[in-house]
């Protein structure tokens, strides 16, 4: 008789509490923040950094940040708009380049994307949830879900231990 084990990649979610979950996080994990409208005469510019990465490419949040696999790499928009960013369709528009023309030119966006983005390494940006697309909409569920070696639990986000600092966003990064 054959016996098959499932083998957890071991990612650690560190808690407000203390307390650390290590198990396989599920799906797709957007990050960031939006940063303080910048003022030029009487235009008002507003905008964010946005990250996603595959749930079972991180290797641990903590108040460092998120440390994720450097050889996956994720990806990162930042988005300048007119209004305020959604942070739903931030990250959506961050899946990919076709996602934030197609997302980012309805919206009136600037900025950029970019794929496989390996440093800073953690992100030192917060956790805003999950990103799931269901029937065609993209939602922003503000939990992760986490598989341990004896069950499967939700972590609400505001659990999750806070990022000490926000990144810096630079040519390097």
Do not use: C
């Amino acid at each position: 008789m054959l016996t098959f084990a499932y083998q957890l990649s071991g990612a650690t979610i560190k808690k407000k509490t203390g307390e650390i979950i290590t198990g396989d996080i599920k799906g797709l994990i957007g990050l960031g923040y939006v940063v303080d409208p910048i003022k030029k005469g009487n235009k008002v510019t507003y905008g964010g950094a946005y990250f996603l990465i595959h749930g079972d490419d991180i290797q641990s949040i903590t108040e460092e940040g998120v440390l994720f696999n450097p050889e996956k790499g994720l990806n990162r928009a930042i988005v300048m708009a007119k209004t305020q960013p959604k942070a739903v369709e931030a990250l959506e528009a961050t899946r990919g380049f076709t996602d934030f023309i197609r997302i980012g030119g309805t919206k009136g966006w600037g900025g950029n994307i970019v794929e496989g983005v390996t440093k800073p390494n953690p992100i030192p940006a917060p956790i805003l949830g999950e990103l799931r697309v269901e029937d065609g909409k993209a939602l922003l569920i503000p939990a992760i879900e986490v598989i341990t070696e004896k069950e499967t639990i939700v972590i609400p986000i505001e659990e999750i231990v806070e990022i000490k600092k926000k990144v810096e966003i630079n040519s390097s990064n």
